[in-house]
């Protein structure tokens, strides 16, 4: 199982703040989630619909759309964010 986190608009898109899931074999990268998860309902393809722009983090650290995710305890999904 694998600990999917959800923050701000992402969050609010799919309906859920987290939840565990079984990934099949074919998901081997973080862009292949996306895809996988954009498959998943309404709501996730809602939400990821311009998954270039939807930033990630693998057990705390911040990781690009290549990164393989195997071992990954928790992977976060956000949007793009601004500071000053």
Do not use: C, N
Request: without cysteine; glycine residues 10%.
């Amino acid at each position: 199982m694998t600990k999917l986190v959800y923050f701000a608009w992402v969050r609010e898109r799919i309906g859920k703040p987290e939840e565990e899931v079984v990934l099949p074999a074919s998901v081997v990268t973080v862009g292949d989630l996306l895809v996988w998860l954009k498959a998943q309902g309404d709501e996730y393809a809602h939400a990821l619909r311009h998954p270039e722009v939807i930033r990630v983090a693998i057990d705390h650290e911040h990781v690009d759309h290549g990164e393989k995710i195997a071992g990954a305890g928790e992977i976060a999904l956000f949007p793009p964010m601004t500071g000053g």
